[in-house]
């Protein structure tokens, strides 16, 4: 039987605390989502001043970018030059700010990051990744 990496509870802390960190030295007021690889939220935070809708947006960049094992953003590029088929695939998240955490070759999860603009979300996504290597 194989073996996997898996994110664990401290994992998510790490990257939650990291990536609020980074959003409020930016002064951005955003939701922070983390998902296991099978994109099911682990942990989540709101930050004050976040609009509502982006604790809805932030977990569904997570699952995107956990089950298609890249970052959301791809999937924004492939719509946005023209396969609008794509928009009946079965994911929610297809905006940039979602990326995937990449351990020893395995996604073992994601960080999806919404409320401000979606480069902005997807910098404090890896900000929280990055933490775990740190």
Same mark, same amino acid.
């Given at each position: 039987? &194989?073996?996997? +990496?898996?994110? @664990? /509870?401290?994992?998510?802390?790490? #990257? !939650? ?7 409020? %030295? &930016? ?12 994109? =099911?939220? !682990?942990?989540? #935070?709101? !930050? ?5 809708? *982006? *604790?809805?947006?932030? +977990? ?11 970052? *959301? ?5 492939? #719509? &946005? &030059? $023209?396969?609008?088929?794509?928009? @009946?695939? +079965?994911? %929610? ?6 990326? +995937? ?5 395995? /996604?073992? $999860? *994601? ?6 603009? @979606? ?9 929280? #990744?990055?933490? !775990? =290597?740190?």
């Amino acid at each position: 039987m &194989n073996t996997k +990496p898996v994110l @664990s /509870v401290e994992d998510v802390q790490t #990257i !939650l605390n990291a990536a609020r960190r980074h959003a409020e %030295e &930016n002064k951005w007021p955003v939701t922070i989502a983390v998902a296991d690889d099978g994109g =099911h939220l !682990l942990g989540m #935070i709101r !930050l004050d001043g976040a609009a509502p809708l *982006s *604790s809805h947006i932030a +977990p569904a960049k997570a699952r995107t970018a956990a089950l298609g094992r890249r970052e *959301s953003k791809g999937f924004e590029d492939v #719509i &946005n &030059n $023209g396969r609008y088929a794509f928009l @009946s695939a +079965p994911l %929610e998240g297809m905006l940039e700010g979602g990326v +995937p955490i990449v351990h020893d070759g395995h /996604v073992v $999860g *994601s960080v999806g990051v919404s409320g401000v603009k @979606s480069d902005e979300d997807a910098q404090i996504a890896r900000a929280g #990744i990055a933490a !775990l =290597h740190a």
